[in-house]
């Protein structure tokens, strides 16, 4: 589909090694139907070069603030109002420094400040770059600002085989961000903040042991998706999961309850809020900095302490989004404990699914559910995954529309 049809897009291609997706991203971005006006920083010019970039752009490519022709005609301001949206990838933790600082001594720089456009950043660097304090701050203030983010994702880096959160996101997920950002004009939760969980979470018990279960993200991750496509600005908090990321939300990755709940905080103020993870519910007491030996026949106690309950912390705090959404996944009395957790959560809504029944087991594709509110109960027939996400998207949609403002 021509999602992006004549939409200009300016790339503002940075220095670091991911710049070699950004081959594959302007086909992505051209098979949407968009324009492509590159533009290199000088770093990114020892990753890629300006012959391949202009070649697959099939446009020529914008290098120089002080190039004598293109600038007799102020040509970074053109550049800047000529487009629709301008994507920086890689951005490097530095290009973030600038833009927050609103430094604009090259042409990318000058460009980004210049431009009225929607601005969409995807961060490429090394963990502990990203994780620094400063960057930290230059990612909330360029947020505050109005700067979109996508990614970057946890994997192994390129150059130096680390692993941790810093790897630039795919090209596949940065073209769905944009078709987010476009998407937004008209959606019902333009301008709105969704924070979601999903997935289950590991909780050490040595450092090759933890305590986890079956559930593998996928209602929780469509759920992210489908608020999105919606409109809404989404950061999934996910637990370790095997599926790919979804495309147009920001992802933060955690392993344990407590990461969690860290993490979902972090994102509060928020208009939305569903908690879909299967949190552990304990956790072992204390987790063994060695790995525990097996001693004859006797095996070592384990010691459970109880995890924090994301949904109910959010769910009764005062910065509680106006939309709490929890799940219930249970074997018996579905509607009676579904009630109870509504109550007792503080959630606006419970979505039950009986997974005494083989639709419902976790890990599976499709859900049987309904819909648990103080006003009644709504059945839902057995559908996909995907097909409950879309409809809970739009059922959220209309309860935040309903619900009058504090
Ligand atoms: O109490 P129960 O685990 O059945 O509640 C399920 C709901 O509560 C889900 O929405 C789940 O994401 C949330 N939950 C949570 N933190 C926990 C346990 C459950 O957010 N520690």
Same mark, same amino acid.
């Given at each position: 589909?021509?999602?992006?049809?004549?939409?200009?897009?300016?790339?503002?291609?940075g220095g670091g090694i991911a710049a070699?997706?950004?081959?594959?991203l302007i086909r992505r971005l051209r098979e949407r139907g968009a324009i492509v006006v590159p533009v290199m920083t000088q770093a990114a010019h020892h990753f890629v070069t300006p012959l391949s970039v202009g070649a697959l752009a099939a446009h020529r490519v914008y290098t120089d603030l002080?190039?004598?022709e293109d600038?007799?005609?102020?040509?970074?301001?053109?550049? !800047?109002?000529?487009?629709? +949206?301008?994507?920086?990838?890689? &951005?490097?933790?530095?290009?973030? @420094?600038q833009l927050s600082a609103g430094l604009a001594g090259d042409l990318p720089g000058a460009v980004l400040l210049a431009t009225r456009a929607p601005i969409l950043f995807a961060p490429a660097m090394n963990p502990a770059m990203w994780s620094h304090p400063a960057t930290r701050r230059n990612l909330q203030r360029l947020t505050e600002d109005g700067v979109h983010f996508v990614g970057p994702n946890r994997g192994?880096? !390129?150059?130096?085989?680390? +692993?941790?959160?810093?790897?630039? &996101?795919?090209?596949?997920?940065? @073209?769905?961000?944009?078709?987010?950002?476009?998407g937004a004009g008209d959606a019902p939760l333009a301008g709105r903040?969704?924070?979601v969980t999903s997935g289950p979470t590991h909780e050490p018990i040595d450092p090759v042991r933890y305590i986890a279960n079956r559930s593998s993200g996928r209602q929780g991750h469509a759920i992210a998706a489908a608020l999105a496509r919606l409109g809404a600005e989404v950061t999934l908090v996910s637990g370790p999961v095997s599926i790919p990321d979804p495309a147009g939300v920001i992802v933060v990755k955690v392993e344990t309850a407590r990461e969690m709940l860290a993490a979902v905080e972090a994102q509060l103020p928020a208009?939305?809020?569903v908690f879909v993870a299967a949190v552990a519910d304990w956790r072992a007491a204390e987790a063994h900095a060695g790995k525990l030996k097996k001693d004859g026949s006797v095996p070592p106690p384990l010691e459970l302490a109880l995890n924090p309950d994301i949904l109910a912390t959010i769910g009764k705090s005062e910065r509680r989004p106006r939309v709490v959404v929890g799940f219930a996944a249970e074997t018996d009395d579905l509607l009676a404990h579904a009630r109870g957790k509504l109550e007792r959560k503080g959630a606006d809504l419970i979505v039950a699914n009986d997974v005494s029944h083989e639709t419902g087991i976790m890990g599976g594709t499709s859900n049987t559910v309904h819909l648990v509110t103080a006003e009644g109960v709504e059945d839902w027939p057995?559908?996909?995954?995907?097909?409950?996400?879309?409809g809970l998207a739009d059922h959220i949609a209309r309860m935040l529309l309903e619900k009058p403002r504090p």
């Open positions: 589909m021509k999602t992006l049809a004549g939409k200009r897009i300016l790339l503002v291609i070699y997706k950004c081959l594959d002080f190039d004598r600038e007799q005609d102020v040509g970074h301001i053109r550049l !800047a109002r000529e487009c629709d +949206a301008v994507i920086v990838a890689p &951005a490097s933790a530095d290009r973030m @420094a192994e880096m !390129a150059e130096s085989g680390e +692993a941790g959160e810093g790897r630039m &996101a795919e090209p596949l997920e940065i @073209a769905g961000a944009l078709e987010a950002l476009f903040r969704a924070v208009d939305i809020g057995s559908a996909t995954k995907d097909e409950v996400a879309t």
